[in-house]
């Protein structure tokens, strides 16, 4: 066990924080560099225990009340600065709408809950750009702060074992826990690399691995020579900056685990060699002095690499050494104005569970009173230009000239990107295919089968399901092609398994048992190589251009449908596709500004729809061009005070629940439903 002051760990400190930098700044020789958050688990597992047990010897207990003030003391004046800091400083980068959806990711930062809460967000098909939060390296403090909320108390309680077994005691029990921590990694990796990557039971393993180590260094005298551990530290150095480099070719879950044993190699070598030259290098002036404010580099270092990215556009080595200069220079600023002050205040001294819980409070307030607040500013940014379409709108019409040039109206954009424009998901497997029936009526039954995009007419259909009395069955999952043997390797993890369920099979059985009188096929294109190619491909695993692979999974599917019924394809949609309009809006003065183009040419997908349509009379292609957008070829993204698109892929469920009779007319259009059933 380490007593007393170790510059060298600093130092080690300076190597873990800039590997992360490096790896988040998208440095290409640092793709491993993430690993220097398991180095820091690892370190901090290691000094924190020591303190502990350093604490249990003079003096027989732990003053847990006053264990938790000094974290508090430790972590939260900066980490509530960085918050209120970068909740101000993308009020002048963002519009209010990405603004919106870190809200959630701000207040989890604060409370340390952020890892369970962006794990919950990557299992969210409508959150795939989690990792453009400025708040999300918070993840890794969460774990420890909830790691540190019990790990006290456990050793406290096995400071009751009876003095002669309690070493073995407490190593086994520290052991059993690694064990458990381990195994859960290596079992959830799999399957689920978020899970497994931000779950804090997934990653106790290596917290725990630094505080076997203290214990096991605090209660043996057997120490191997001095050139034998500084070996073993040189060799885990190498290892960490190896792992760090991407050289390697391992996941998150294999490499996380090589650094923790490289990292336990380290740390055991320069706690048993001190002095030898790897310590005396890591102890010079720069490295020690760069690793007491490391706490305030990791902090500010995603923020400012998110606001880069929003100012600038320039490379890897460009943004790495941007960042690292200013994150560097607030994290000194902070330690010197801010942080040092709090822990060196000598009245906190004796005040443990005062200091702790007013702590927790006044961060609880910020999350509560302050963030919300400040994010949810309409004001417009200031230093980056509003998002905006990307080509010039087709020619408008003499009558919708005005329309374009009338100022954006006042929006609810909480409102209009919440989770009630989204549209319901509902989809069953192929064994149940009876929950799939959501209205039962007297007139003709329809199948609506898609993705997100047929999430959003969900409502629509059963509305006009009550409207016209009919039979409405439904299969839609978020992310996941009609095609039964088309897979999306984009779907966030643990929706794959669910879109298996709800395609492979289900048009055999299911289909054939629901019976439908029409079935509406309708999903996002996913025929763009540039875009989609090696995320989309074929479920059987066959090598094939991506296009191949779309038309031959259309046909095959195509062909299962007809069997049963004549099936309606939905055509490409009308949208913005490459701007977010809703952003566009926040940030524009006129409706002009952010219009939307009907394309000119047909997707890929929809020109082999109409190749199999006209060699099969059952397939129906459907254009809804005229629905959604009847200003074509300009569609505003405002009609009659009704938000048209909610992001850059759906509309809003309130537009195209405002077009439901069009909608209800282009389908009869196609013949396949008799008017007269509506009664």
Not at 89 to 110: E, H, K, N, Q, Y
Not at 130 to 138: A, I
Not at 648 to 676: I, K, P
Request: hydrophobic share 45%.
């Amino acid at each position: 066990m380490i007593r007393g002051y170790r510059p060298d760990l600093d130092g080690l400190r300076t190597v873990a924080v800039y590997l992360v930098l490096l790896f988040h700044a998208g440095v290409g020789w640092a793709t491993g560099g993430f690993i220097g958050v398991d180095l820091f688990f690892c370190l901090s597992g290691f000094l924190v225990t020591g303190v502990l047990l350093g604490e249990l010897e003079d003096t027989g207990t732990l003053r847990i009340g006053r264990f938790y003030a000094r974290r508090v003391r430790r972590l939260l004046p900066a980490a509530v600065l960085v918050v209120v800091a970068t909740c101000l400083v993308f009020t002048l980068l963002w519009s209010v709408v990405p603004r919106l959806a870190i809200i959630g990711d701000a207040r989890s930062a604060l409370l340390y809950y952020a890892n369970w809460h962006f794990l919950a967000s990557s299992g969210d098909y409508f959150a795939a750009d989690v990792d453009k939060s400025p708040f999300l390296h918070f993840w890794s403090l969460s774990i420890e702060e909830q790691y540190y909320v019990g790990f006290p108390l456990l050793l406290l309680l096995l400071s009751r074992v009876p003095r002669r077994v309690r070493r073995p005691v407490t190593l086994g029990v520290l052991g059993a826990l690694l064990v458990a921590s381990l195994v859960a990694q290596l079992v959830l990796a799999p399957g689920s690399t978020d899970r497994a990557y931000y779950g804090t039971d997934t990653r106790l393993y290596q917290l725990l691995a630094g505080a076997l180590l203290t214990t096991w260094l605090a209660g043996t005298s057997r120490r191997p020579p001095p050139r034998v551990a500084h070996a073993a530290a040189l060799l885990g150095f190498g290892g960490v900056v190896l792992l760090g480099s991407g050289l390697l070719a391992l996941g998150p879950s294999g490499r996380g685990v090589g650094a923790t044993a490289a990292s336990v190699l380290l740390l055991g070598g320069l706690a048993l060699a001190e002095g030898s030259a790897l310590s005396r290098l890591l102890a010079t002036r720069v490295p020690v002095h760069l690793g007491r404010i490391s706490y305030g580099t990791y902090l500010w270092h995603w923020p400012v690499i998110i606001a880069l990215g929003a100012l600038l556009d320039a490379g890897a080595g460009a943004v790495a050494l941007l960042t690292a200069f200013v994150a560097t220079g607030l994290a000194a600023l902070s330690y010197e104005v801010l942080e040092m002050p709090v822990r060196r205040w000598r009245r906190l001294d004796t005040r443990g569970w005062p200091v702790a819980v007013a702590g927790v409070a006044a961060s609880a307030l910020v999350a509560g009173l302050v963030v919300a607040p400040v994010l949810s500013s309409e004001r417009k940014p200031a230093l980056v230009a509003p998002a905006a379409a990307s080509t010039e709108p087709a020619a408008p019409t003499e009558q919708i000239d005005r329309q374009l040039g009338r100022p954006v109206p006042s929006i609810d954009f909480e409102e209009a990107a919440g989770e009630g424009e989204h549209g319901t998901e509902h989809w069953c497997a192929a064994d149940d295919p009876g929950s799939c029936t959501v209205a039962h009526g007297s007139g003709p039954h329809v199948l609506l089968v898609g993705d997100s995009q047929a999430e959003t007419l969900v409502p629509v259909f059963e509305r006009l399901a009550r409207e016209y009395d009919l039979t409405l069955s439904v299969n839609v999952i978020a992310g996941c092609p009609w095609q039964e043997g088309l897979a999306n390797d984009r779907l966030a993890e643990g929706r794959t398994q669910e879109c298996t369920q709800a395609r492979v099979g289900w048009y055999r059985t299911a289909l054939r048992q629901l019976d439908p009188d029409v079935v509406v096929l309708l999903d996002r294109p996913r025929d763009d190589p540039e875009e989609w190619g090696g995320e989309v491909a074929r479920r059987d695993g066959r090598s094939q251009p991506l296009g191949r692979a779309v038309y031959e999974t259309t046909r095959a599917t195509l062909r299962q449908v007809t069997r049963v019924a004549p099936a309606v394809v939905v055509q490409r949609l009308v949208m913005p596709e490459s701007f977010d309009p809703l952003e566009c809006l926040a940030g524009a003065d006129r409706l002009g500004q952010c219009t939307v183009s009907v394309p000119v040419d047909p997707s890929a997908s929809d020109g082999y729809v109409s190749a199999i349509a006209a060699q099969d009379e059952d397939v129906h292609p459907l254009s809804l061009g005229r629905v959604f957008c009847p200003t074509t070829p300009v569609c505003p993204p405002v009609r009659d005070d009704t938000v048209v698109w909610r992001d850059d892929h759906h509309y809003t469920v309130s537009w195209a629940m405002q077009r439901r009779h069009a909608l209800w007319e282009a389908l009869l259009g196609t013949g396949l439903l008799d008017d007269g059933s509506s009664g």
